[in-house]
């Protein structure tokens, strides 16, 4: 509303309100949807421009508290007097974002479930606890990095202190997030691996999942039947894509980390563990979403 955000945004709506006059009409078009504020005025800009159906795809995970993906439930009404711009229809990965969207009153109308393109990898893991090493003097514990520097810095100090009560053989994989980089001169107590290896690869060749209250690459371990253990931070809410999931434990302190971590290499997390994310590998749903795209009728009947 001020400052350089607000001109920021007022380019953006000029740019997308230019683009979309010249271009010629699109029958249908996607966009990644993620909260942005950029989103609202493609939106706005894509109808003005009278282009066909627009399909918003979440395409990762949608946490409880990431009011991103929110609104109060009664601006979804549509009035004719500034309504919100809202996508004709909003493409949702399985039944876990399902779930969150119904939770946050969006119409039941606008949602239709595909598969989750960016998982599809997944395809084919049984949901079940992954076989534990086989090496008994081996005990694989795969950190997972943060984006925020923060809590990066806190989950590696927690595991630091928790490492002295963890067995002698305890060896830890550490793929840190892109934007943050882990440094093994910062945590001298600890041997560290430091990898960039895909997830898929380092999810095979592990026990536990050591993992930050936010980062969706907890979703992957837990898909792969990997045990998940996350830090909560006192200081905010815990926004972590497995919130109410059985499978994973959450700790407060370096104490709670070791012993949850030892719970979990014992086999002590026989959860039942729920679908996640459509996979289904003949993409049948996102061909039925094409197919149907520019004409009357489900989805996107409205």
């Not at 694989?140 to 810095?153: E, F, K, N, Q, Y």
């Not at 026990?207 to 930050?212: E, G, Q």
């Not at 792969?224 to 959450?250: C, E, K, M, Q, T």
């Not at 407060?252 to 026989?270: F, H, N, R, Y």
């Amino acid at each position: 509303m001020f400052g350089s955000t607000a001109i920021w945004n007022c380019l953006f709506l000029n740019l997308f309100e230019k683009t979309l006059e010249i271009l010629p009409r699109q029958r249908l078009g996607f966009y990644l949807q993620e909260g942005m504020g950029w989103e609202i005025a493609f939106i706005h800009a894509w109808k003005k421009a009278g282009h066909g159906k627009l399909v918003g795809v979440p395409h990762a995970t949608i946490r409880y508290w990431d009011l991103r993906y929110f609104f109060e439930p009664r601006t979804y009404q549509r009035c004719g007097d500034n309504d919100l711009p809202l996508p004709d229809v909003v493409a949702l990965n399985g039944p876990a974002a399902q779930r969150a969207f119904e939770g946050g009153g969006y119409p039941a109308i606008r949602m239709v479930e595909v598969e989750a393109l960016r998982y599809m990898y997944l395809h084919g893991r049984p949901v079940a606890r992954v076989e534990k090493s086989k090496k008994a003097e081996s005990f694989r514990i795969l950190v997972l990095g943060d984006i925020s520097p923060a809590i990066t810095r806190k989950q590696m100090k927690w595991l630091e202190k928790a490492g002295s009560a963890l067995p002698a053989n305890s060896r830890f994989v550490v793929k840190p997030h892109p934007a943050c980089p882990i440094s093994g001169d910062d945590y001298p107590r600890l041997k560290l691996q430091i990898t960039a290896q895909p997830l898929g690869e380092l999810l095979i060749d592990c026990d536990v999942a050591y993992t930050s209250y936010m980062t969706s690459a907890a979703v992957d371990a837990y898909c792969f039947g990997v045990p998940v253990v996350s830090v909560l931070d006192g200081d905010a809410f815990n926004i972590s894509p497995l919130r109410g999931y059985a499978g994973v434990a959450y700790v407060t302190a370096p104490d709670e980390l070791s012993s949850a971590l030892l719970c979990a290499w014992q086999g002590k997390d026989e959860a039942d563990r729920k679908a996640y994310f459509c996979l289904d590998k003949q993409l049948s749903r996102w061909r039925s979403l094409l197919l149907a795209g520019g004409v009357m009728g489900s989805p996107f009947e409205s």
